[in-house]
């Protein structure tokens, strides 16, 4: 049997606003397994996007802990997780989030000038990941001149660029249209299988729920359903 | 200018200027270590170019400021200083007899000139002894019936001009040098303002009145007022003539009254050259050439007695223990080890010789109740000095340099303010740009960076802001600073003392540059390390700008933190070496030496992890109260506080106090928060309590405490801490209670029931963005604040205008005449004249004599006799002057009138000036040590006083030694009283003390007149100058001191006001800056507005309210706060000086506030529209 890379355990968040607190997180505990592609879903602000942020490091959480590959989140610090975040862990966000001020290129080399490579194996694998998501011919265009697709697949080679265990990905086909919206979850799927990679994707979409290995399911911060492979 | 705030500008300019290398170098080696953060900040800057010019524009105006404050410094350095070195020419050391004109005979004999030649035989450093006549003395040009009165008469030795030539030829000659060696007796060089004054021209006769009547001398040239021909001070009116012809008219055959001495340096301007060190020691090496030794022995044997050292050295312990007192310029301290030598060595000698020296030794002496020694004391310093030596040229440098850098410090002071609101705006406009990139700095977060590679990229983008910013602040800080020295130019352009030139050195520039890259590059540090803390996920989804803390590590991790900074160097020497290895070329190796730099940035980072550590448990608050308690008890005056501990410093009890109620605050907030209250009424109560706090105890008069606290000293420092705290409590206490204004605002402008949803907008968006609105707030009320204080103050000086009998007593005309040409009796003058003024023009004549004494008061602690000056007057002044007295011993009279009549009547009764008995310099100049003042008469307690015993004697070395003169002082005079001679220490009384201070006649010097017709003044001053040309009278209407007095401050105000306004424009620039931001990023909301039915005109109007809302809020503050600072400094003033009023001119405040809100209200409209022009469809597609 596989190992656990992501487990949770007894994970709560609570926001507090002035007069409000809503439960975001309720003792969650969830397990993904090294090379599964799970698929977080349910209606708006049932809790699907602070999982992802909590379980990622993104956020903190008040109680539980989550541990990556064994290691606690909580006991790392600030720069220690973010270097932990540079090496072992991918991003691609609804909105591509790409810097408007680099190109292609630069912005997936990116992450691994901040983990430590040399400016021509950043440059030699960047080119390599772009190649990969089908963008070999867009190398240095700026992120305004790409389309949505387009600028998506950078965002997706980016969260590859450092061969990460995993990749994070919060709604990645929400503002495309669904012939675009396929095809990078076709990609997704397939880096997943070449590469063995875990993928944790947040969506309210069952089509691409479906393609995913399996479904986790939430509602009022509680998992519900944690799917079956 | 040399100084700054005590630093030599050399060094404040090296030392910006390193600092400014450092940053920049740092800046290289970090970028090059990680280039992608630099092509990451590089790219921005080009993004959007508006905004670039903005931020630049932002970040310039700070070291504008600086720059036009030493540009204006320089400025008026060099007006005095270049009219103080032309008036000297070649003359550094002046030599001249130590005995005054009004004791005795001040001329020196052809025997002390060869003396001073055969001390200075050989002496390479002189290139010239000169020996010469200067006097004033009335000259006509009869052709004319021009008079200058009071022209500057020059007679030389043309045998002995080398070193003293460089007179410069007028237009009328060519450029050309002349050769004034050639004059012959009948001739006369005359300078041009006395050819302008007189109508001269060459070949016309030069009349002079001497008091053997008049002689005619021929113009031969007419030269530029330099050197020799440069005139006074006071008169530049100048000729020159052969040293002969000035003998036979003053009757002093083969005598010199000045031996002018030139030593070689390089030339400082055209023509006089100049050498500090060479100029110093010939002056020495003249003093003690001078000295006479056999006095010198005496004194020596004197002072070695143990009696005597032994006072000397109680004295100086006495010195040290106190610490308020700093400053002691007599040579006692040189003195004392001197003493054990065997012989009188050169420092003993220069340092007896000293005058402020010997009054503080026989103050000493005095103490011992020794008759014998004192009179021993003192007839050995009589005899001492030979011949005073006067380094006269380093004295004036220096003199223009005090002056100079005065106002400077003056600009810095009220310049700060706008200083501080230029780096606030910088610290917004960074926290705005970082607003717009919250999404990028988000997913920057999530992909790995850490959060000092943030702070780095936002440092790199804003070092080359500040650069840019630096560049362009400088050029703009010299264009105002030309343009603001106009104001000046032109309100000086009548006067012949000063000429005013625009003149700024490189230095300055060096200082404003760096300076102003300094500040913003800490300024632009501090902001990136303020926006690089940020919540990445709120970040990602760009939702606020406001910043989320972090959580706090605990203990541990903090000290972790500490250790691995410090040895934070070996890792990174690692990392680097690293690199290294990696080959990545030569250029990181260059930057791997300089990464050594990084020790400064280090030891700072290390503190600042060491108050990290601390700092979660200052929050609670606790620790804050005890180390502001002892601030607070260190700061106090030693005598309230504990003994011995106390520095008697009101900006440290100010601190500490500060510290105490933020303690407080806090403490309160814990409670709160055990107590179970909601956090948002926790934050409320214990913030206000802070801002409240703070505000009371910086509203408070500058005394008020100070029975409790003792006497404190603050200086400028103190006014800028308590104006920037004041006005940071009163915005912390607004923005914590933001709904509360919300409430008052919308029931005021919300009546207008169309306007409601306008007004709701734009009084919910200010204050949903506190830091913003906060920070825009704190910069517009304190740019009015300080424009507010400034627009009080001015009004403070117009007394003058207002009263001016308080300054002239009643008196319209003052005139002085030469003093070997003393007038018998002016009316007979008056009735003997052409005919132009008869006696029944006049309803009151007055005479009056002036000499410098030394006064002692009786019974007084110091025993020590100080430098005063008698005003000796007939009966006529005494009874007819109408100045008001402030204290007066009513045993003698009632009224002022009565003192003055007793005064008329009994010589032995004097009236002293208003500064006498002033204790400290409060707003003024510090206190002279030497000069004379009286104890016991509290100058804030007016009325009734207690006559005071005072003894006078003429200067060591002058008239006879045992003349000891009594008087009573029965009344104190109206500190604005005679305030146009510079009364500082003067003592009126009746004249027949004159006969009793100096064996020789004291001629009346002075004249006042009262006319029939007081609006004939000026016409009168004018013809009494030619009726008594005979006796060199120059007079002067007291209208026209008053009107000049007038121009001049009124162009040093708007000169300073003008400078001031450089600040309303950063405050101005805020405002614009934040309407830019909010209409880019309120995009959407814009268009949903306009899509739910607002119209263009509204959304335009609700821009343009919000920045009004900030401004008149702003607005009402800094008026508030600004009144309420100048009437503590008021209250102040009025302590030292009577009658001064307080009036708010409510028209100049008007103006500028008008002014400021029309200025705010024209940068918001440009944002404002184009937010109306925003079309719903397309705002709403970005989604």
């Known amino acids: 049997m596989t190992r656990a890379i992501i487990k949770s355990e007894s994970v709560s968040k609570t926001y507090r606003s002035k007069d409000i607190t809503v439960n975001a997180l309720v003792d969650v505990s969830i397990e993904v397994e090294e090379g599964e592609m799970i698929a977080v879903m349910g209606p708006s602000g049932s809790g699907k996007t602070t999982l992802l942020n909590c379980l990622s490091g993104l956020d903190s959480i008040d109680s539980g802990n989550v541990s990556i590959n064994g290691q606690s989140l909580s006991e790392l610090s600030d720069d220690a997780l973010s270097g932990y975040r540079a090496k072992n862990m991918g991003f691609v966000f609804q909105v591509y989030n790409l810097l408007p001020v680099l190109t292609a290129v630069e912005n997936v080399e990116l992450p691994l000038i901040l983990a430590g490579s040399s400016q021509r194996d950043a440059t030699k694998s960047a080119e390599e990941k772009l190649e990969m998501v089908g963008l070999g011919d867009r190398l240095s265009h700026l992120p305004s001149e790409l389309s949505g697709g387009q600028q998506q697949r950078v965002a997706i080679a980016r969260a590859l660029a450092n061969d990460p265990a995993i990749v994070w990905a919060d709604e990645p086909t929400g503002n495309l249209d669904s012939s675009n919206a396929s095809e990078i979850m076709q990609l997704l799927k397939r880096l997943n299988k070449e590469s063995q990679q875990t993928f944790v994707l947040v969506t309210h979409s069952e089509e691409i729920g479906m393609l995913t290995d399996r479904i986790m399911r939430m509602s009022d911060g509680v998992i519900v359903d944690k799917g079956t492979g | ?1183």
């Open chain 2, 1 to 1183: 200018m040399e100084k700054l705030f005590g630093i030599e500008m050399d060094v404040l300019a090296i030392a910006l200027f390193s600092g400014m290398l450092v940053i920049i170098l740092v800046t290289i080696f970090l970028a090059a270590r990680n280039r992608v953060l630099i092509k990451l900040a590089l790219r921005n800057i080009p993004r959007r170019k508006a905004q670039t010019l903005l931020i630049i524009t932002g970040l310039m105006l700070s070291t504008t400021i600086i720059m036009a404050a030493l540009a204006i410094g320089d400025s008026i350095n060099s007006g005095i200083r270049l009219g103080a070195l032309y008036s000297l020419g070649g003359t550094d050391v002046r030599l001249s007899s130590p005995v005054f004109s009004r004791f005795g005979d001040n001329y020196l004999d052809e025997t002390v000139v060869d003396e001073v030649r055969s001390a200075l035989q050989g002496d390479t450093r002189v290139d010239g002894i000169l020996p010469l006549i200067r006097e004033k003395m009335p000259v006509i040009n009869e052709t004319s019936g021009k008079t200058v009165s009071d022209a500057v008469i020059v007679g030389a030795d043309l045998n002995s001009m080398n070193g003293f030539t460089d007179v410069l030829g007028t237009e009328e000659n060519g450029p050309i040098k002349i050769d004034i060696r050639n004059l012959q007796e009948g001739e006369t060089v005359i300078n041009k303002p006395l050819s302008d004054k007189l109508d001269l021209r060459i070949d016309d006769l030069l009349t002079l009145v001497s008091a053997t009547g008049r002689t005619q001398h021929k113009v031969v040239a007419i030269v530029d007022p330099v050197g020799l021909i440069g005139g006074t001070e006071s008169s530049r009116s100048s000729a020159l003539f052969p040293v002969k012809t000035v003998q036979r008219l003053f009757n002093r055959d083969a005598k010199y009254n000045i031996i002018e001495v030139s030593v070689t340096g390089d030339y400082v301007v055209e023509g006089v050259t100049y050498d500090e060190i060479k100029s110093e020691e010939v002056a020495k090496k003249l003093s003690l050439a001078f000295i006479n030794n056999q006095a010198v022995n005496e004194l020596f044997n004197l002072l070695k007695t143990p009696k005597v050292v032994k006072a000397i050295k109680s004295e100086l312990t006495e010195r040290e223990n106190d610490s308020s007192n700093p400053i002691f310029s007599d040579k006692l301290a040189d003195l004392l080890p001197e003493l054990d030598k065997d012989l009188p060595s050169d420092e003993l000698k220069m340092a007896i010789a000293d005058s402020l020296t010997q009054a503080k030794i026989l103050g000493l002496i005095e103490k011992l109740e020794d008759e014998n020694l004192t009179q021993s004391l003192f007839f050995a310093m009589s005899e001492l000095v030979e011949l005073n030596v006067d380094s006269i040229k380093t004295r004036s440098l220096e003199f223009a340099e005090i002056i100079s850098s005065g106002i400077v410090l003056f600009f810095t002071i009220f310049g700060s303010f706008s200083i501080i609101v230029g780096l606030m705006l910088i610290f917004l406009v960074f926290v705005m740009l970082a607003a717009s990139r919250t999404t990028e700095m988000g997913i920057l977060r999530a992909i790995g960076t850490k959060r000092r590679h943030l702070v780095q990229m936002f440092t790199y983008e804003g070092l080359l802001y500040s650069l840019g910013a630096s560049i362009a602040g400088t050029v703009l800080g010299l264009l105002a600073s030309v343009l603001l020295m106009q104001l000046m130019i032109r309100g000086f352009a009548d006067e012949d003392e000063i000429t005013f030139y625009y003149s700024v050195t490189f230095q300055s520039i060096i200082i404003a540059f760096s300076a102003g890259f300094v500040l913003t590059a800490l300024t632009v540090t501090i902001s990136a390390y303020r926006v690089s803390k940020l919540n990445i996920v709120v970040a990602i989804r760009g939702l606020s700008e406001e910043f989320v803390t972090d959580e706090i590590p605990n203990a541990k991790q903090r000290a972790m933190t500490i250790l691995k900074w410090i040895f934070g160097p070996f890792t990174f020497a690692y990392e680097t070496w690293f690199i290294w290895r990696s080959g990545q070329g030569i250029l990181i190796r260059v930057l791997t030496i300089m990464g050594l730099l990084l020790i400064f940035p280090w030891l700072l980072i290390i503190i600042w992890k060491i108050f990290k550590f601390f700092q979660p448990w200052l929050l609670t608050g606790w620790p804050l109260l005890p180390i502001g308690l002892i601030m607070t008890v260190y700061g106090l005056d030693p005598e309230k506080g504990i003994k011995g501990f106390g520095l008697g410093n009101a900006a440290l009890v100010s601190v500490g106090i500060s510290f105490v109620i933020v303690s407080l605050g806090l403490i309160i907030r814990s409670f709160l928060a055990r107590r179970g209250y909601r956090g948002e009424l926790q934050r409320r109560v214990s913030m206000t309590f802070i801002g409240l706090g703070m505000l009371t105890f910086y509203a408070l008069p500058f005394d008020a405490l100070e029975d409790i606290t003792g006497e404190l000293d603050g200086g400028p420092e103190m006014f800028v801490l308590s104006g920037v705290s004041l006005v940071a409590a009163s915005v912390w206490v607004i923005m914590h209670n933001a709904d509360v204004i919300v409430w008052i605002i919308s029931k005021l402008i919300g009546r207008w029931g169309g306007l409601r949803p306008v007004v709701k907008l734009a009084i919910a968006y200010p204050m949903a963005a506190r830091l913003r609105t906060g920070l825009t707030l704190a910069m517009f009320s304190l740019v009015i604040f300080t424009m507010m204080i400034f627009a009080i103050l001015i009004n403070l000086g117009n007394v003058l205008v207002d009263e001016p009998d308080r300054a002239s007593g009643g008196f319209d005309i003052r005139a002085t005449i030469r003093p070997e040409l003393p007038i018998d009796d002016p009316y007979e003058v008056l009735a003997l004249g052409t005919g132009k003024l008869s006696t029944t023009d006049f309803k009151v004549i007055t005479s009056q004599a002036r000499v410098r004494v030394e006064v002692r008061q009786d019974g007084g602690e110091e025993m020590q006799y100080k430098s005063a000056r008698i005003r000796a007057s007939d009966e006529s002044w005494l009874q007819n002057n109408t100045y008001q007295l402030t204290h007066w011993d009513s045993e003698y009279g009632g009224t002022s009138a009565e003192i003055w009549e007793a005064v008329a009547t009994n010589p032995e009764l004097a009236v002293v000036a208003g500064n006498i008995i002033s204790t400290d310099g409060g707003f003024g100049p510090p206190v002279d040590p030497s000069s004379f003042k009286i104890e016991g008469i509290d100058p804030a307690e007016k009325g009734q006083m207690k006559s005071v015993s005072i003894t006078l004697r003429p200067p060591i070395g002058q008239g006879s030694l045992d003349t000891a003169v009594k008087r009573k002082v029965i009344g104190v005079l109206d500190s604005f009283a005679d305030s146009f001679e510079n009364s500082g220490n003067d003592i009126y009384m009746h004249h027949s003390v004159l006969q009793q201070v100096s064996d020789k006649f004291v001629p009346f010097t002075e004249y006042k007149f009262k006319l029939s017709d007081p609006l004939r003044a000026d016409e009168i001053a004018l013809l009494l100058d030619t009726v008594f040309i005979e006796h060199g009278m120059k007079s002067r209407s007291i209208k026209s001191y008053i009107d000049e007095n007038q121009t001049q401050s009124n162009a040093f105000n708007q000169l300073f006001q003008g400078f001031m306004g450089l600040g309303l424009l950063v405050g101005v620039a805020s405002i614009g800056v934040i309407a830019f931001r909010a209409v880019v990023e309120r995009r959407q909301s814009i268009g949903m507005m306009r899509a739910i039915g607002f119209k263009e005109r509204m959304v335009q109007l609700q821009f343009l309210m919000e920045s009004g809302i900030v401004a008149v809020l702003g607005s009402v503050l800094g008026i508030g706060l600004g009144t309420l600072i100048a009437w503590n400094i008021f209250k102040t003033i009025s302590q030292e000086s009577e009658g001064v009023t307080f009036a708010i001119p409510w028209g100049n405040v008007g103006m500028v506030v008008l002014v400021t809100l029309i200025f705010s209200l024209v940068t918001t409209f440009l944002p404002a529209r184009q937010a109306s022009k925003v079309s719903p469809s397309e705002a709403l597609r970005y989604e």
